[in-house]
């Protein structure tokens, strides 16, 4: 599959408009996850952007995809991609987190629009878009379920219980995403909990695997467009990732995982991403 | 013909509803054949679910479900549908206020054999604790037809605690279940006696031993949500209060209604299980006496708080 110049330049912005987004939302001298924000927003960009059908001011459209957050500790990169795709004003990002807004820490199904289930307590999300995958099926409405989760989030029996869940009910509207960026809160993800061979072990499952650099943005869209061919079984998309991606002083680093900017690396971070 | 059996009636029932409302869907883990999802099973095989022996999951899904129209009733022992699952009920359905019905059944000691692993003796205590949530706990088979109904009716989560064993109707076929409404199955003046699931049945039996002091029953088959007023209004006029059920006596009933008087309180004793794990019998009634859950203990509690 071939992707046009213009297709892809114009979401490799608005991946770097979602990490700006991102950083803006964070501010200065408050933790937030910078760090699986960034390493997941050419995937998050890819799909709000140019994959997904869904519309802003019907959020509950019947006819429509859904993204679930499983890593629902980035919330801020969703609301940063929601904001964007109009359902409420990019302006509004700024009140993340503070007492009676509706962004909250994890996102709150009640609360934001465009939220399709709360998520954050890891290991879940990919069980909850395996129901709606099935729900999706009963009414015969041909539309994808997206779910995107860590690779430290593998960690959790959940995942593997829906991975089997998903593959013996032969589920092909339901897409996994690991953002596997190799760091998980407490250092890499070699070293705390080795889930290695993580392509092998979704293999094995019963998922059609496909392996991509998830910062390559045709690789992307050609994973995403190849998932919709493959049937009778689910897919998931293992993408490779950098921890921090985009803001030098964060890449890579455990300690950015949920870390707070001072005024200096707040200026430099929103330099890099301009 | 009335059912005598909890399960039997949630089962049945839920083939009945199921015929009319397409959206009702049925999830199992592995234990279909006890919890009666096998019946919804038989009837629409593609609405029933098998989900394995995986509770979280089941319950996530069923969360998936509920979003996108569908009304998922979870089917599994109650120790597993609150206890293993606990977290996915808090975090998504809960939070969420999404439209999930759980099912425990074999609850409180009526799973005799299998010992305290598989005796459920806090759940009403969790869901109780889960804002958004709904906690019923019907008398008898024919309170739970009619109960099933309206949590399919009712919208948001609901958890219905269900009996194992087979025992008589103690209360009226038929008749309207509402949500948050104690009955009162017998009057009486001196001294109310609020029971739930098959406690209620043992609290009649022992009121009528008792003609010599004027005992209230009052079947109490939801226990959250709870009104205040509705519980003080019954104790008016009594000296003191009894509550009777298979539960810990922490944070289920007794707690409940504890909670309910603690601005105009009256003396109370409490039949329950007294903070203590079950263990195996080779029958029901011999599991119940153990842990002092029969009509002579809720009698010996009416005389001892009737003497105060």
């Known amino acids: ?274 | 013909m009335a059912y005598t059996n909890q399960r039997i009636a949630y089962g049945k029932t839920l083939v009945e509803l199921g015929k009319e409302n397409k959206d009702i869907v049925v999830l199992d883990a592995d234990l279909g054949g006890s919890t009666m999802g096998k019946m919804f099973e038989e009837a629409y095989p593609d609405r029933h679910f098998e989900m394995g022996i995986a509770e979280a999951n089941m319950t996530s899904v069923a969360a998936g479900l509920a979003q996108t129209g569908k009304i998922p009733f979870t089917n599994s022992f109650a120790v597993f549908s609150g206890g293993r699952a606990f977290d996915q009920i808090r975090q998504t359905i809960a939070i969420g206020r999404l439209n999930v019905k759980i099912c425990g059944s074999s609850s409180g000691m009526s799973d005799f054999g299998d010992g305290a692993t598989h005796q459920c003796i806090e759940d009403m205590a969790i869901f109780r604790a889960l804002p958004n949530m709904t906690v019923l706990c019907p008398a008898d088979a024919n309170e739970t037809v009619e109960a099933v109904k309206t949590m399919a009716e009712m919208d948001g989560p609901c958890y219905i605690r269900l009996n194992r064993n087979d025992y008589p109707n103690v209360t009226e076929e038929g008749k309207k279940f509402k949500i948050g409404q104690p009955t009162v199955l017998k009057e009486g003046k001196d001294i109310v006696v609020f029971a739930t699931g098959y406690m209620v049945g043992l609290a009649m039996e022992a009121a009528e031993e008792l003609p010599e002091i004027s005992v209230k029953v009052v079947n109490v088959s939801t226990i959250k949500p709870m009104k205040a007023e509705i519980i003080e209004e019954l104790v008016k006029d009594a000296k003191a209060v009894v509550t009777a059920e298979e539960h810990n006596i922490i944070g289920g009933l007794g707690g409940a209604i504890s909670e309910a008087l603690c601005k105009n309180p009256k003396p109370m004793e409490y039949v329950g299980v007294n903070d203590t794990f079950g263990c195996s019998a080779h029958n029901y009634k011999d599991v119940l006496s153990y842990h002092g859950l029969t009509k002579e203990h809720i009698v010996e509690a009416i005389y001892k708080i009737a003497e105060l």
């Open chain 1, 1 to 274: 599959m071939s992707y046009s110049k213009e297709l892809v330049q114009s979401l490799e912005n608005q991946a770097k408009a979602l990490r700006r987004d991102v950083v803006v939302s964070i501010g200065v001298g408050v933790a937030g996850h910078i760090g699986g924000s960034n390493s997941s927003a050419d995937i998050v960009a890819a799909l709000y952007f140019h994959k997904m059908k869904y519309d802003s001011r019907n959020p509950k459209m019947r006819d429509r995809d859904r993204f679930l957050l499983s890593k629902g500790h980035v919330g801020i990169l969703q609301y940063a991609a929601l904001a964007e795709a109009g359902f409420f004003p990019v302006e509004d990002l700024k009140t993340t987190k503070e007492i009676g807004s509706y962004l909250q820490g994890h996102p709150d199904v009640r609360k934001t629009p465009g939220i399709e289930a709360g998520t954050g307590s890891l290991g879940q999300g990919l069980s909850i878009g395996l129901g709606m995958a099935m729900g999706l099926k009963l009414d015969e409405i041909d539309r994808n379920v997206y779910v995107l989760i860590g690779d430290g989030e593998c960690n959790e029996g959940q995942i593997w219980e829906a991975a089997m869940a998903a593959s013996n009910f032969k589920i092909d509207n339901l897409v996994a995403i690991v953002d596997k960026n190799g760091l998980q809160a407490n250092g890499r993800t070699v070293d705390r909990m080795n889930s290695e061979d993580l392509s092998a072990k979704w293999a094995s499952f019963g998922w059609n695997v496909i392996d991509i650099d998830g910062h390559n943005m045709e690789e992307i869209l050609e994973a995403l467009d190849t998932a919709d061919t493959v049937k009778e079984k689910p897919t998931v998309i293992i993408a490779n990732t950098v921890k921090g991606k985009g803001v030098s002083f964060a890449e890579n680093v455990v300690g950015f995982h949920n870390g707070v900017l001072d005024e200096t690396k707040y200026q430099q971070a929103l330099q890099e991403l301009a």
